[in-house]
């Protein structure tokens, strides 16, 4: 992790340089060979497989709001005779926005990108996807929260495929008389979830197209 702010500038343009945090995974999978009765058929069942993970943050902190901007690369380099091509690649970017409205309303927003490439099948796929967040403390004992993302995936030579998805929940904190939300304590909360999907079938080339709405509720009780 780096804090980029901290290297001498001066406190009004230090604000604007993030911090910057970098991690890397590098790990292998090797058989020995292949085990007597076993069930192994040939030496391309015996894994021989290196993953390598990269993921580079950066997240700038001003007074009223807050950014975000990741990415992260993995690959998946399968080595077993005859499996050489079998690779997968996987590369995804993503920006997170949020603010405060007063001191009872927080507001959040993300947009990613994530290509994932199949390298036997000359195949890429490509998934969009747009959120949001509402929490909204309304009272010292009630909280409204609602969020919704749309998401739009690409697959080479098909038709995409979308879907939605909507949640709102209401929750109302009941605490012992005299200590306002010290434990013990009991939570009673509804939520409702929407969601919608259209994919693509290539059978009857035409699109399944699927809603679903659910309504739960419940109470929780915390003693410790």
Partial sequence: MIPTGAFGQRPQTAVWWPVITY??????????G???NGGFASPSQVPNQLNTIQTVRAD?????WRFGYSMNHSFVDNRQPGRESSDLGNFVQGVT?????????????DLNLERATNVALNQLTET???????NWRMTSHGTLNALGSH???????????QSNNFNIQYSYAFAS??????KPRAQLFGRSSWLSSTVPNA???SEDRRRNWTFNTGLSLSVF
């Fill in 23 to 32: 991690t890397a995974n590098r790990s292998s999978q090797i058989g020995e």
């Fill in 34 to 36: 292949i085990p007597p």
């Fill in 60 to 64: 700038w902190t001003l007074p009223h």
């Fill in 97 to 109: 926005v949020s603010t405060s409205v007063g001191s009872s309303i927080d507001v959040a927003g």
């Fill in 128 to 134: 969009w996807r747009v959120g949001g967040n509402v």
């Fill in 151 to 161: 998401t739009l995936t690409h697959v080479t030579a098909v038709t995409p495929s």
């Fill in 177 to 182: 008389q005299g200590r306002r939300l010290a």
């Fill in 203 to 205: 059978l009857t080339n």
